[in-house]
């Protein structure tokens, strides 16, 4: 049953990542500022989506305790993108699963585009990404 649910999932494009916060996250001086960007598990994610945000974006939080940031688009249809546990890789949620290197260079599947990747630094305990 779970490969139907997961299916289903796919079908629909519905990823496992969860939205940060409102709370957590803030645009200040045209850059993202997360607050506690630790709240974000190793080998997790998190997605930041609305405040006027151009797109939204996939903040990753590495096994090896790094932050990267993504579009949160694939370029091939537009779905959104889960980290693949254990892995340095990102899938897309559709059925597709094109995958992408932690560049954002494309692995797998019909995306060819890369995903976009910004700076991102931490200051003072705060994930500052330059969008
Ligand atoms: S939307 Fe990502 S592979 Fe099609």
Known sequence: ???IGSFFKAIMGICETRPLGQDLWSIEGGKVVVQKPESIPKGGAAYLQ????????????????QYLSFANVCPHGK??????????????????HSQFDYDGKPLSGPAKEP???QQVELASGKLVVTV
């Not at 779905?79 to 597709?96: H, T």
């Open 1 to 3: 049953m779970a490969g």
């Open 115 to 117: 995903l976009k990747r």
């Open 79 to 96: 779905r959104k993108i889960d980290p693949v546990a254990g892995e340095r890789r990102l899938r897309c949620c559709s059925v597709n």
């Open 50 to 65: 609305g405040k006027g945000l151009n797109q939204p974006l996939l903040i990753v939080h590495t096994d090896d305790d």
